[in-house]
């Protein structure tokens, strides 16, 4: 689908103090800079124009996926307020430029 059900959001990795930072425009965070021309993975980018694609070719089908997303929303089932069909996060299998640990056997 396009579009992915909510993700569960682990607790925050950020303290009170960072948490409470975020809000303040004169406390700088520091934010390691990348090296210039690092190579970056354009895989979850390819999933993202493939689901796009697919999603252009079935215009009327996702239209009416639509339709009944607006519907159960207006009805209000109970289920958390989504107030976007996008959903936050990184995109589907995005590792945020990350490899996968090795597991031992």
């Known amino acids: 689908a396009l579009f992915d059900p909510f993700k569960p959001f682990p607790e925050p990795w950020l303290t009170p103090a960072e948490i409470a930072a975020l809000d303040n425009p004169d ?3 520091f934010i390691p800079a990348s090296p210039p021309n690092e190579p970056v993975d354009a895989r979850p980018l ?3 124009i493939r689901a796009l694609a697919n999603a252009l070719m079935d215009l009327d089908g996702q239209a009416q ?3 009944r997303w607006r ?3 207006a009805a209000g089932f109970g289920r958390p307020v989504r107030l976007s069909p996008f959903r936050p996060g990184l995109p589907p299998d995005g590792r945020n430029g990350r490899r996968p640990r090795s597991r031992k056997c």
């Open 71 to 73: 519907a159960r929303r």
């Open 65 to 67: 996926r639509l339709a």
């Open 46 to 48: 390819g999933r993202r």
């Open 27 to 29: 406390v700088r965070m």
